[in-house]
């Protein structure tokens, strides 16, 4: 090698330490800057933002840790609920606790916050006066970091122009000003960023505007100010509905509330999709559903029982519609001669929810849709049945050849779907009659062909929502079809001996509910509706 080239490799390698030290040199100033800013949130929640000089102070500042110990009772009808703020109030004096949502500081004497409670959100002045609020005040409320929790005790006043920055059309003049709670300076996703829609940042492309898009793993790395944005809370809101519609429905209709373990011996199902275990030298699994003890209910006498729980799946693959813990809605019931008994309840059942979620939950619709546009659902008063048989035919009316005993696809679903809503007009339909070998072992074949089971599967918007069947109630029948579907029959004995005591004909069914959420909003991904969702990928936060 020549003395210039020596020189040339030295040169490069240097650079190269060059770019490394940098980096380093960044990270640990990055680190150290994390750090000040934490320091500085600490500093301020011991109070040591307040200028003691000032005669007002006692108006406004850091609330200490000791008084937020519960040190003594309070009555919370002292404080005004934002969304119970209105004319009505006009000069009274409220007190309200809520998010520093935005700040706006206007010159030395002048800031404006919008505090937000559950949604709601009201504008608030600072404004400096004599006796009331002091410079130092207003310059207290424009250092506050977004998201902090505050105190604020003022006057309602009516504007004379409409608020477009806040759902109340009132503003509060502040007197009293109190942090019980500050974030740190810089969050780490911006919420007006994480409410932005699609529509939004395409429009401003097309406008040579950049704005910042929140993906999905981002969002959920950070749940916890993700789920504040309106559209989500008004996704858990709407969740929240369904499953209180879904119980008050059922006790109306006699079915008892159960709870059963999530932790079993075998499988509620089998197949591969089973989270194994090894419980004190024993083998055993989470529930795929509460299915067997739901059977066993029925046995027990209940009669028709429901439940609301969580239920796990080892699901492989990374998909939009799949999660590997989900809640399930589950339903069992006895049946006096036919299987439709139970598809009735379904009927009824969702009929009267989504009647209850358009009208009891039009806030919360709205809010969803502003960041992920949707069309209303489109259902029947008296819902579509199809025969498996007559949705296979509809496909190959359209050339999409279907397996007679198979099983249906995503896409032979989604396009079914589709021509169902093109001829019947509903995205909401029930599909049944299928083939025994695609369900579970625990599925009563038909009386007059036993290649096709007493069972269903209901869809919203071309996907599938619901299974349900009428249940093979006859042990030794049972030991049978386990043992066909490859169950090792002594792993489930204690549920198959249930059956020797007497059981009644019953059938019943399962719904995802983040599944029902997703499809009723039209929304493309479920870890949207799962609160902190569990995936092949995914076990934190």
Known sequence: MSSSESQDAAASSE????????????????????????????????????????????????????ELQSKAPADVAEWTRVEALGGALENRTVLIRGRAQAIRPVGKKMAFLVIRENGFTVQCLVQAQPDTVSPQMVKFAAALSRESIVDVEGVVSIPAAPIKGATQQVEIQVRKLYCI??????????LEDAARSEIEIEKALQAGEQLVRVNQDTRLNFRVLDVRTPANQGIFRIQSHVANAFRQFLLSESFVEIHT??????????GAAVFRLDYKGQPACLAQSPQLHKQMSICGDFGRVFEIGPVFRAEDSYTHRHLCEFTGLDVEMEIKKHYFEVMDIVDRLFVAMFDSLNQHCKKDLEAVGSQYPFEPLKYLRNTLRLTYEEGIQMLKDVGIEIEPFGDLNTEAERKLGQLVLEKYGTEFYILHRYPLAVRPFYTMPCYDNPAYSNSFDVFIRGEEIISGAQRVHVPEFLEQRAAACGIDVKTISTYIDSFRYGAPPHGGFGVGLERVVMLFC??????????????PLRIAP
């Open 522 to 535: 039209g929304l493309n991904n479920i870890r949207k509706t799962s609160l902190f969702p569990r995936d």
């Open 15 to 66: 650079a190269q330490l060059s770019k490394k030290a940098a980096k380093k040199e960044a990270a640990k100033q990055d680190k150290l800057r994390r750090r000040q800013e934490i320091a500085s949130a600490a500093a301020a929640t011991a109070g040591l933002s307040v200028d003691e000089a000032d005669p007002l102070g006692g108006n406004y500042g850091d609330v200490p840790l000791v």
């Open 181 to 190: 709670s500050r974030a740190v300076p810089t969050l780490p996703i911006n």
């Open 261 to 270: 373990p999530k932790l079993i011996a075998g499988s509620s199902e089998g």
